[in-house]
């Protein structure tokens, strides 16, 4: 069974930083392309950053790009997503995810016949 369990979330301070986990099991990590979209209440999901597992080649959204930086540890199968300066706009359930046969780029960011997801982690931003 695969899982993609995520991890990290919590109450932060506008200007602060969090850093999420993705931790994948049950699928051969190199094979997949990772990701983080998030979703605000009564709103979609956005994709925000996406790293590829097997070149380790990365796109941000430009709503993101030069606060958030995502990385993976292959040994491990976790995709990390680090949030810095983050802002009230920030706040929204983060959710990784997972495709294989997709590279990362801009498309990654907007397309949504993902293989798995996770459930979910919480990040909220206090002004």
């Known amino acids: 069974e695969v899982q993609l369990v995520e991890s990290g979330g919590g109450l932060v301070q506008a200007g602060g930083s969090l850093r999420l986990s993705c931790a994948a099991s049950?699928?051969?990590?190199?094979?997949?392309?990772i990701g983080w979209f998030r979703q605000t209440q009564g709103k979609g999901r956005d994709g925000i950053s996406c790293i590829s597992s097997s070149d380790g080649s990365t796109y941000y959204a430009d709503s993101v790009k030069g606060r958030f930086t995502i990385s993976s540890d292959n040994a491990k199968n976790t995709v990390y997503l680090q949030m810095n300066d983050l802002k009230p706009g920030d706040t929204a359930v983060y959710y990784c995810?997972?495709?294989?046969?997709?590279?990362?780029?801009?498309?990654?960011?907007?397309?949504?016949?993902?293989?798995?997801w996770g459930k979910g982690t919480l990040v909220t931003v206090s002004s």
């Open positions: 995810t997972a495709i294989a046969n997709l590279g990362c780029g801009n498309y990654f960011l907007y397309y949504y016949g993902m293989d798995y």
């Open positions: 049950g699928l051969t990590f190199d094979d997949y392309t």
